[in-house]
């Protein structure tokens, strides 16, 4: 499980899927969010600008991410 910690209170989840490297921009994270393939907190999530707090967790292609306080 990839852990990104927040230097802010909060990151969006296009940024996160970036900053753990799941993706490689900011239009793959916006087709694969838009392509309903990302989840969040075990819900699928079609908008690029959710924020996640910490607690929140990520799962996408077999990659869980947890975001932290």
């Known amino acids: ?6 230097k802010t209170e909060y ?3 296009g ?5 753990a490297g ?3 921009s900011g239009v793959e994270a916006k ?3 838009v392509n ?4 969040v907190n075990g819900n699928t999530e ?3 600008g959710k924020k996640l707090y910490g ?11 947890k975001i932290e306080d």
């Open 1 to 6: 499980m990839e852990v990104i910690k927040l």
């Open 22 to 24: 799941l993706v490689e």
């Open 46 to 48: 079609i908008q690029r």
């Open 11 to 13: 990151i969006k989840l």
């Open 36 to 39: 309903g393939e990302v989840k």
């Open 55 to 65: 607690g929140d967790i990520v799962s996408f292609n077999g990659v869980e991410i």
């Open 15 to 19: 940024q996160a899927l970036k900053a």
């Open 31 to 33: 087709d694969v969010i």
